[in-house]
Structure formats: C-alpha cells, structure tokens
C-alpha cells in the first residue's frame, strides 16, 4: 500500500508547498511493486489537485526509504533505475504540474560506492552524512576522479626508506571509501615520520582551476592537517570536513556531467564506475 506520510517545504516566491512521497523499501521488494506505487501516488496526487482545484501544492518527487540498507547494491540499483525510469515517463506523458518536474530521492546513503551507483542511476537528491563521519574519523577523502587535476599537483619530496638493496617509496593508501586514513590509533605514536602526508606540501584540496576562489583546504599543506590530527587539534575535524565535501562535491559533479554527456563520455563514466565497484 502506498504510504500517505509526506514531507512539506513552502517556497516563499509563490507560496507553493512542495509535497515528496515516501516509499520504504526491503529487501523483496521487486521492481513491479514498485512502478505501481509510483504510479499510484502521482495517480492519487493528480485525482487530489483536480478535485480541491488548486496548483499550489506540487508532487516535487519520490523519497525511496531504506534504500541504503538493502543487502544488495545491484537489488538497489535496479530498483532505483525503475523508480527513475517510471518518473521521467510520467513527467513527458503529463503535462499537469504534479508531473512536471518529479525527482527521486535517496534519503541516505552509507558508502562511496553507494553514492557512485545513485549518481549513476541518476537519482536527482543524494544524502549522505560521510564527510562529517570521515573528519571525525580523521580521514580524508581522496579519491582519484578522471579528467580531474587531483593527481596534477606539485608531487610531494619522495621519501625513501632503505631495506637492504631496496628503496621504497611512500604513497598514499585508500580504503574501500576512497578515504587515507590519518589517526595514529593501533599504531605507534613515536613514529609519525612514517605517514606519507608527514612532509607532503600538496593543498589538502586540489584547486579546479587557477581561476578558482581559495578556501581552507587549498591553503594548507596535508602535511599541516596531519600535524593537527596528530597534535589532536580541533582544527584538523574542521578542514578535513571542508575537505570531505568539496572532494564529493567534485565527485558528484564529474557524475552528473558524464551521465548529460551521454555518448562516450557516459561509457568512461560506467566503465570507472564498475571498476570502483568490482569488489
């Protein structure tokens, strides 16, 4: 049954109050279930504006809940795509202002990798709570993204360590996030020589162009924000947030720019996008 709980917000211009839809998913939830919900909530809104008479409160869109807590990203993906799919023909076979401009929401998300496949999938509203949970885990998103000048940067002094015969050189280590951890928890606290951002003079922050304003995170070396995780400054939470959502924020981006693309540059997005999510 379709749930009638909205969400409200009221824009002050033209005192149009904007309604979202919520649809709980689980995980036998099925792609047929869910076009006729969708179907049957812009069905009913449709029924409810004619019969009241007024254009003043608009079905802004779909919020799918629950999505990121489905066991199966593939299961969430295909569901999305429907629900996606199934707005975009309503809204080019209606001309009424109910349809006119449906969006799909996810409401949470839990991963990078989750975020990647919304954006894929071409959900319009994507929350998530990470940079603010990766800065107070002392960590700093860094995720290479393509025709991006993340990796353009001044490179850092090579540091090399003698063993034997061979020298090693130090680079940076990501997690399943994307993300290099800085906190020295479970190692030793006498040695944070050994962290390859103890001498890196690259911005926290890749600037997108030398037109670009400055911010916080481009004017300090990752070698500074390691000295404040490691000193345990307040200050190197508040950076490294900045920092976490102007990088996801470039992510997003380049997402959302290759899927209007289409073409080829669609095809390198889906090709980088299954190589960050091939386990």
């Given at each position: 049954?379709?749930?009638?709980?909205?969400?409200?917000?009221?824009?002050?211009?033209?005192?149009?109050?904007?309604?979202?839809?919520?649809?709980?998913?689980?995980?036998?939830?099925?792609?047929?279930?869910?076009?006729?919900?969708?179907?049957?909530?812009?069905?009913?809104?449709?029924?409810?504006?004619?019969?009241?008479n007024s254009n003043n409160v608009v079905l802004a869109g779909i919020a799918l809940v629950g999505?990121?807590?489905?066991?199966?990203?593939?299961?969430?993906?295909?569901?999305?795509?429907?629900?996606?799919?199934?707005?975009?023909?309503?809204?080019?076979?209606?001309?009424?202002?109910?349809?006119?401009?449906?969006?799909?929401?996810?409401?949470?998300?839990?991963?990078?990798?989750q975020i990647v496949a919304a954006a894929a999938a071409g959900a319009h509203v994507i929350g998530?709570?990470?940079?603010?949970?990766?800065?107070?885990?002392?960590?700093?998103?860094?995720?290479?993204?393509?025709?991006?000048?993340?990796?353009?940067?001044?490179?850092?002094?090579?540091?090399?360590?003698?063993?034997?015969?061979?020298?090693?050189?130090?680079?940076?280590?990501?997690?399943?996030?994307?993300?290099?951890?800085?906190?020295?928890?479970?190692?030793?606290?006498?040695?944070?020589?050994?962290?390859?951002?103890?001498?890196?003079?690259?911005?926290?922050?890749?600037?997108?162009?030398?037109?670009?304003?400055?911010?916080?995170?481009?004017?300090?070396?990752?070698?500074?924000?390691?000295?404040?995780?490691?000193?345990?400054?307040?200050?190197?939470?508040?950076?490294?947030?900045?920092?976490?959502?102007?990088?996801?924020?470039?992510?997003?981006?380049?997402?959302?720019?290759?899927?209007?693309?289409?073409?080829?540059?669609?095809?390198?997005?889906?090709?980088?996008?299954?190589?960050?999510?091939?386990?």
């Amino acid at each position: 049954t379709t749930t009638t709980t909205t969400t409200t917000t009221t824009t002050d211009n033209d005192n149009t109050t904007c309604l979202w839809a919520p649809i709980s998913l689980h995980d036998s939830y099925t792609s047929q279930q869910l076009k006729e919900e969708v179907d049957q909530i812009i069905q009913e809104h449709h029924n409810a504006t004619a019969l009241n008479n007024s254009n003043n409160v608009v079905l802004a869109g779909i919020a799918l809940v629950g999505w990121s807590q489905l066991s199966t990203l593939d299961h969430g993906v295909e569901l999305l795509t429907t629900a996606v799919v199934q707005c975009c023909r309503r809204q080019s076979s209606s001309s009424t202002p109910s349809s006119s401009s449906l969006q799909v929401a996810i409401l949470a998300t839990q991963s990078t990798k989750q975020i990647v496949a919304a954006a894929a999938a071409g959900a319009h509203v994507i929350g998530t709570n990470l940079p603010t949970r990766w800065a107070q885990q002392q960590r700093a998103f860094c995720l290479p993204i393509p025709n991006d000048n993340y990796e353009n940067d001044e490179a850092p002094p090579k540091r090399q360590k003698k063993k034997g015969s061979q020298q090693e050189e130090s680079s940076d280590t990501l997690d399943d996030d994307g993300c290099v951890a800085l906190s020295m928890d479970g190692k030793d606290e006498n040695d944070v020589s050994s962290h390859p951002w103890f001498r890196d003079r690259r911005p926290v922050s890749p600037t997108a162009s030398s037109a670009a304003p400055s911010t916080i995170t481009t004017q300090h070396s990752r070698a500074y924000v390691y000295h404040l995780v490691c000193a345990k400054e307040l200050n190197a939470e508040i950076i490294l947030f900045q920092h976490n959502l102007q990088r996801l924020r470039q992510l997003l981006r380049y997402c959302r720019r290759s899927r209007a693309a289409g073409g080829a540059n669609h095809s390198k997005q889906e090709d980088w996008v299954n190589s960050l999510l091939r386990p």
